[in-house]
């Protein structure tokens, strides 16, 4: 376990370095393209490859720093050069958490090399746990999987959306509903290998911001996978499962559901983003307001101006400063007992969304344009109080867990 510090090593900083370094000199020049565009950043992905940032080994490394912040460091720098490019680098580690929440080493080994394919030939994964009638309230979830147990495979049925990478993806993993009795207790997460038939994309959905990042529908019509393909394997569910049944019975405890268990992994990682894009926004509007005339001298020099650029940097601090606790917590293995992790992503989307706007207004008309990059920044932000848990529903957790009232 890493001691807790709030000076990065030598370390993580040269890797923090190397990053921003990245992000400056590739992503950002690129940004307003693809923007624009609306499409996946194809070379630029392959860019991140070709140095080993987008890649299994990058990950992993980051993923196992003792001290939990190498995740939250290399998603800042990464959401300061562009949060559709970066959100496009990264999506596909949603999915790996999947696999790594949930999968055997066997499955892990298996299924994440192929989600990140190789420098010449880049593939991107997906992770499908949203439904139309299904979002935040996970119980509601359709989407079925059963058991055939003469061929040992799993049948898939159902629709997914907001799925980034979804239909593009080489390996999706999908949250389906085995036992619907049982809610959101009755689910477990599938790895969809590459070229399964009855896969299919189907709306592409075209977005307010993150717009370099695919986002669309995933279709499954009599998905046939192999049994080995259930993460964490059938004995592990028969387990759970029956534990699941116990308690309903009972009123024992409470049991995690697949996709809850992916979301708990990455909400600090999420709030990490929303902290890098917050930074870029009041990096732009603090050098605005320094070079800005108006009326003879700076408007910084103005009050009005000066006390929001103070708010926006003691917020954007104390975002990071929550991400960076709930990361330490998560990698010391300290239980999440004030949701922690719902706490980070919470205040770093609010602080996104209220810093970018504030930088939108201290540019004044030119905020509003896009020869400016906060507009798209602002645009960008607002999906940060939306996905993996709206602002309401973290509140929510929040508010359960200091509680232990089912608050509805």
Known sequence: ???????????????????????ADVIRPAAAEWDEREETPWPVIQEAAKIGLYSMDFYAQAFFDPTGLGIPVAMEELFWGDAGIGLSIVGTTLAAVGVLANGTEEQIGTWVPQMFGTPDDVKVAAFCSSEPDAGSDVSAMRTRAVYDEAKDEWVLNGTKTWATNGGIANVHVVVAVVDPELGARGQASFVVPPAT??????????????????TAEVVLEDVRIPGSCLLGGKEKLDERMARARERKRTGGERVKNAAMATFEASRPAVGAQAVGIARAAYEVALDYAKTRVQFGRPIIDNQGIAFTIADMRTRIDAARL?????????????PFTAAEGSMSKLYAGETAKWVTASA???LGGNGFTREYPVERMHRDAAIYTIFEGTSEIQRLVIARTLSGVPIR
């Open 1 to 23: 376990m890493g001691e807790f510090a709030l000076e990065l090593n030598d370390d993580q900083k040269g890797v923090r370095d190397w990053i921003h370094g990245f992000a």
């Open 197 to 214: 038939a009855g896969l299919s994309q189907g709306q592409k959905f075209k977005k307010h911001g993150i717009r370099a990042s695919h």
């Open 322 to 334: 929550l991400v960076w606790r709930a990361s330490w917590m998560a990698a010391a293995n300290k």
């Open 360 to 362: 939108m207004q201290i």
